[in-house]
């Protein structure tokens, strides 16, 4: 897990990637929004794309004030093959039209679904959706998605009708959520039906949904389209200020989503240089206390797609004069849902200091627990940042330098980092060029490669 400190501010993820969040940077007309989720099912047209796991999902995407948008948005997957993400790339238009009654919201556009290490599931659609407020708060819309017949799929055609209404305050604000939906599945699958019915509401900045799902019996073996209940939690950019009101005094929430070419923890590839999306959720009180989750797409060649990160920890300030020096302690646990057997444990405890003006230095101490399956030895890391001013673009050049203590039968290793950030409106860029000495792994997971990152936090 790349670390970061708790303090940051929110990231967004809905389950629609076309609902585009409004955020607070313009530029010639162009907005920029994020997305982040956690859910414990990823469930798409009724059938679970994780085999009944949790799912960590994101978005980044840019729309002009004239209708035009475009994005990808992403999820980890599991098909008991080597595909764990999927990556969907869109791009469409969407307006209103007026028709004094009231307006009607269209939205038309091209979708591709991709999966990076299984080339053979790729496929296209085109969607095309009305979007229809009659009365305050109750929301309806119609979507047809044809499946264009290209590369190694028939993907068939779906129709959905979705509904939402939103209770007055005084009945809490939950909004009551439903849909219904029916797959034209050509080259052999069975056609099917597939509904849902929930509720959710904003709470303490975050959006929490619990959905009941079901379609008639398509006959999966693995059960993924037996009936079941979701739970969601998620933000978007910009958040609800309301909801965040909501926290106790002293408590804060944020977020995070990136989109990564490759996950490198300690200077090995997760994902088998392939890309990942990757998204946290925190809580912070104002004494230094904090808690969190965050996840990634893996891919180790097993039924593994997913780690979640659930962490603890105090971080505070002791000023020596010369200047405060941040100290951070706390608990770490790696989690692996289908695959057990992974799981293991750290205690860490780190350092930071700023001994001139945007300059930020930390060393790191990862301890690794003796328990459960695995022995994961001792990590220490150092880093360093310097953000340029702004006569030089405001680039910020970074470096790490870690030596792992691998314990069980590893090889001991040394890793590197070096690369540079900048930030694109509500978005970060960073290009990094990462390295061990070789452990001599035999998948090229730990050689020498360039890793391209967007990311935001809010």
Known sequence: MQKTKLSVAIALLTTSPFALAEGDDSFYGFTGSASVALTTDYVWRGVSQTRNDPAIQGSFDISHESGFYAGVWGSNVEFGDTASLELDIYGGFSNDVDFGFGAITYDL?????????????????????????????????????????????????????????????????????????????????????????????????????????????????????????????????????????????????????????????????????????????????????????????????????????????????????????????????????????????????????????????SAYYYYGLRIENTNPGDYREFAMDYTLPDELFGVTILGSVGHYDVTGGGDDYWNWKMGAGRDFGPFNLEVAYTETDDIGDTSSADDAKVVGTISTSF
């Open 109 to 361: 556009g091209w979708l591709r679904y991709e999966y990076p290490s299984e080339a053979g599931l790729n496929f296209n659609e085109l969607y095309f959706g009305l979007g229809f407020s009659p009365i305050e708060n109750l929301n309806m819309s119609a979507y047809y998605y044809y499946g264009l017949r290209i590369e190694n799929t028939n993907p068939g055609d779906y129709r959905e009708f979705a509904m939402d209404y939103t209770l007055p305050d005084e009945m809490f604000g939950f909004t009551i959520l439903g849909s219904v939906g029916h797959y034209d599945v050509t080259g052999g699958g069975d056609d099917y039906w597939n509904w849902k019915i929930g509720v959710a509401k904003d709470i303490a900045g975050f959006n929490f949904e619990v959905a009941y799902t079901e379609t008639d019996d398509i006959g999966a073996a693995d059960s993924s389209d037996d009936s079941k209940i979701v739970a969601t939690i998620s933000k978007e950019l910009g958040g609800s200020a309301d909801s965040a009101a909501m926290l106790p005094d002293g408590f804060e929430t944020s977020a995070s989503v990136a989109l990564t070419t490759d996950y490198v923890w300690r200077g090995v590839s997760q994902t088998r240089n392939d890309p990942a999306i990757q998204g946290s959720f925190d809580i912070a009180h104002e004494s230094g206390f904090y808690a969190g989750v965050w996840g990634s797409n893996v891919e180790f060649g097993d039924t593994t797609s997913l780690e979640l990160d659930i962490y603890g920890g105090f971080s505070n300030d002791v000023d020596f004069g010369f200047g405060a020096i941040t100290y951070d302690l706390g608990w770490l646990r790696y989690e692996y849902p289908s695959e057990a057997g992974l799981n293991f444990n750290e205690l860490y405890f780190g350092l930071g200091f700023s001994p001139i003006d945007s300059l930020n230095m």
